[in-house]
């Protein structure tokens, strides 16, 4: 589900909606990243972007001391897959939001979701570290909001809930 919304609304330079990476929580090959936004939570920059920005700078540097701007979008979008879907995920936060047309302010933004997802700790190690939920805010329509979020997107076009994969 995580995996089919990052595709249709986390893309480079989409005008249209804006993702932001609140947070992330992972173990892969004897390290633990714990990556968060801080209180001013809707600034871009921070948390693991911040991170994902810096990793995708030192790479085209290290390759290319004339840093290709068009290039590092895709580099910065791929370290944080990576980091996701392959670095142990055992939970991530992230808020999206429409961008309202004429508005300069992510105030003026109509807020979609926001949700912190808990998947454990997967299969490597025994136990779980917290039960597999999303936690969601009350500034941001609760719980209800997010399942209707959610729903919605299961929905096909015929308005019948698809499987998730």
């Not at 633990?32 to 801080?38: C, E």
């Not at 001013?40 to 840093?67: F, M, R, V, W």
Request: glycine residues 8%.
């Amino acid at each position: 589900m995580l995996k089919n919304l990052w595709s249709k609304y986390n893309q480079p330079n989409d005008s249209k909606y804006k993702w932001f990476h609140e947070g992330v929580r992972a173990t892969s090959s004897g390290v633990t990243l714990n990556a968060r936004t801080g209180k001013a939570l809707d600034i871009e920059g921070k948390g693991l972007t911040a991170l994902s920005k810096a990793l995708a700078e030192s790479c085209l540097l290290a390759q290319n001391p004339q840093l290709d701007l068009l290039l590092q979008p895709k580099i910065e979008d791929a370290i944080t897959k990576t980091l996701m879907r392959e670095w142990g995920t055992r939970s991530y936060e992230f808020s999206l939001e429409k961008v309202m047309a004429n508005s300069q302010s992510l105030d003026k933004n109509q807020k979609l979701i926001r949700a912190h997802f808990y998947f454990g700790n997967g299969n490597t190690t025994q136990g779980q570290d917290s039960l597999q939920h999303i936690k969601c805010y009350a500034e941001w329509g609760g719980a209800r909001k997010v399942l209707e979020f959610i729903l919605n997107e299961l929905r096909d076009n015929n308005g019948k809930i698809q499987s998730i994969s």
